[in-house]
């Protein structure tokens, strides 16, 4: 990528594989951070948000993809 300013100066940059490319891998911290704020607003409250990612982060040993999903499921009201 190359940005021209006003005046004539530019600068170049080559990225040849973004963050969270395959041949990079992807941080659990930065899943968790874009977790958390696409979610927040969704579930309300954090401690939701936050156990549905610690079952994420242990999505290998469930038995029922159902735990997850309760607490994604909207609160009765």
């Known amino acids: 990528m190359t940005i021209r300013t006003k005046d004539g100066r530019t600068s170049t940059s080559t990225v040849y594989a973004p963050k969270g490319a395959g041949i990079n891998g992807i941080a659990w911290a930065d899943v968790d951070a874009k977790y958390r704020a696409l979610m927040a607003p969704v579930l309300l409250h954090d401690e939701r948000v936050e156990a549905s990612l610690a079952v994420i982060h242990d999505f290998h040993r469930l038995t029922h993809v159902s ?4 607490l994604l499921a909207a609160p009765a009201i």
């Open 67 to 70: 735990a997850l999903i309760d």
